[in-house]
């Protein structure tokens, strides 16, 4: 059993930052591929970053990619998201969440979910 906590999720304009940051409680922290999914009202779940439980392979969604960076620190149990150049269409729910293989993440199927933070950018 995993327990995950998020936070770092606020207001933000656009074009600025934030860093989500995921701790994780339960089993061996580093054997988990971890993930970043968001989600909007009225909108299903949908896929952000994904990274290995080594921290040596990540996917990235198209919408993302050169703007988001995920990393892991397994020695603190935690999982970061480093968000730049936020844009209006990135406010959603952020979730972070585990799974017993990375490539699953990728299609939003996950074992264990935090309860989310909150990330709202301005136009």
């Known amino acids: 059993q995993v327990q995950l906590v998020e936070s770092g999720g606020g207001l933000v304009q656009a074009g600025g930052s934030l860093r989500l940051s995921c701790a994780a409680s339960?089993?061996?922290?580093?054997?988990?591929?971890m993930g970043w999914f968001r989600q909007a009202p009225g909108k299903e779940r949908e896929f952000v970053v994904a990274?290995?439980?080594?921290?040596?392979?990540?996917y990235y969604a198209e919408s993302v990619k050169g703007r988001f960076t995920v990393s892991r620190d397994n020695a603190k149990n935690t999982v970061y998201l480093q968000m730049n150049s936020l844009k209006s269409e990135d406010t959603a729910v952020y979730y972070c969440a585990v799974a017993s293989a990375t490539p699953r993440l990728r299609n939003s199927d996950a074992d264990y979910w935090g309860q989310g933070t909150q990330v709202t950018v301005s136009s």
């Open positions: 339960g089993r061996t922290f580093r054997i988990y591929a």
């Open positions: 990274i290995s439980g080594s921290g040596s392979i990540t």
